[in-house]
């Protein structure tokens, strides 16, 4: 599975808000990713008449056990906010890696807090 990347995080500091974040369809067949920072925010908008299950995959084991992928339900016409986890670095190639359960109608968009 070749995932594709997000574009490029939009920087948001108290000198410059974002009056709107660019948002890009996901790729719910092959899952997205993009590089691990510390500090981005992931937003992801579900514009479709179901709720979505949006997985974080884990990247990480402690003391010999893996750290669990972390499974978020966005709602029906909602939007979600993932902020950065360490745990879910790829030791590989340091990527954040993410799922959707569905693509129809699902956007994402990365905002970075400087």
Known sequence: MARTDLP???ALSAASPLAAVTMTAV???NGN???FKGDQICL???ASGASITVTVKSGTTI???AVPDRAITVAAGATAAILEASVARQPANG???IDFSSGTT???GLIDPV
């Open 8 to 10: 490029a995080a939009q």
């Open 27 to 29: 790729d719910a067949a």
């Open 33 to 35: 990713q993009w590089v």
């Open 44 to 46: 992801i908008r579900n």
């Open 63 to 65: 003391d010999g056990l």
């Open 95 to 97: 990527k954040i890696y």
């Open 106 to 108: 699902v956007t994402a």
